[in-house]
């Protein structure tokens, strides 16, 4: 993958670009080279939500304020959609169909989104939005996976985004069937604020399941952990949030709390 390659493809833009930033490294990396190659031309719009975690669009604001980019925070409105609230197996589809929906709303200029060639590899519903509504992906036409995605944003003295680990939206902890709602998306935020305080792990989610909230954690942090401490801290914020199940504990599983659609 030739960086040349991916800014010249930005350049050879006959008008505007909106990106669409989450705030993670693909999507950051890629406003950045945007604003480069494009200057004024490129737009970034950030979606807030009960689904986003603070964090993200803090950093998404330094790096904007930091770097000179033009930068938009809208509300996709995705929560409010009952097809996405459902949490089906493709509930990404109708989060990015509001998201580029909302984008759309305040733009014509050519979207682009930060997905690279390991997004190809799994199951990718919002692959298919984005298709719906002709979005480009620079990153897979340019033949850059995540790695070398990271490689470009060291190059380039993004540090912190360099080394940031991957960290899907909040509604991705929910096991797929059971509804997302803000009251449960406060709930898991509230959780992973408190643990991640208290333990300071590698990795933490914190799942929604039938039964209640499962604590996955990195192998170190967990053969660590005061296990009844956190689970009566994280008591605590379940009751003052009125849910109800029980605390466990287990090693960090990727993407487990989706559940992939029967063939039928």
Partial sequence: MSEAALMALMAAEPDRVAVAVSGGVDSMTLAYLAHRALAERATLFHATSAAVPPEATERVQQHAARHGWRLEIIDAGEVADPRYGANPPDRCFWCKTNLYAAIRRRTTATLYSGANLDDLDDYR?????AAEHG???????AGASKTAIRRIATEHGLFELAVLPASPC????IETGIPVTVGALAVIDELERVIGATLRPH???CRLRPTGIEV?????ALARADQPAITSLAREVMAARRVNGEVSFTTYQRGSAFRRPTAR
């Fill in 216 to 220: 996955q954690l990195d192998p170190e």
């Fill in 170 to 173: 909040l509604a991705s902890r």
């Fill in 125 to 129: 519903p919002g692959l298919g939005a």
């Fill in 203 to 205: 990795t933490l989610r």
């Fill in 135 to 141: 979005v480009r992906h620079p990153w897979i036409e």
